[in-house]
């Protein structure tokens, strides 16, 4: 009868824990300036230092339409000299999404040239998506880190699963 209730528990938490299957890549929204949005406030610069921007994710512009528009420029070279000639894109709606669909440098600036002077320009360098591995082992350690010490083994039971363990003791006493 022991085995039997070992079994089920067993079971019970593998089924209750979500395990197995290949984890999705979700695709991450940064907006860009996090509370300050697009403004000279905001430093742009420290702002994105320590992101990764993957194939798939998007960057979000939030600005005052009435004062800012965005351009996308073609090169580093533009963007240092804030050289806002023939741009490849440009932003006005004062909420805008940009998709990052391939790997590679992206480059944006203020189309005022004294704010782009000013530091109101973002460089993103877009990587590859993980490969499920490098998820898989990223998510891992962010989770143990996070977590924290954990007293004992219980302490990672979720409330479902100690209610089927209650339950399953529950009838395996009852009989």
Known sequence: ???????VVV??????????GA???AVQHHVVGDDLGWDLSSNLAAWAKDRIFRVGDE????????EESILE???????????????IGMYTSGVDKVSLAGEGARYFASSTPENCKNGLKLRVHVVPQATNDEHTRFAALSAEAAAGPVPSALARLKAPQLLWIAF????????
């Open 11 to 20: 079971t019970l938490l593998a089924v209750g824990s979500g395990g197995g």
């Open 59 to 66: 960057i979000w512009f939030a600005y005052a339409a009435a």
């Open 73 to 87: 420029l073609r090169s580093s070279d533009k963007l240092e000299a804030c050289d806002l000639d023939d741009p």
């Open 23 to 25: 984890m999705a890549q």
């Open 168 to 175: 399953v003791i529950a009838v395996a006493l009852w009989f």
């Open 1 to 7: 009868m022991a085995s039997l209730l070992t079994v």
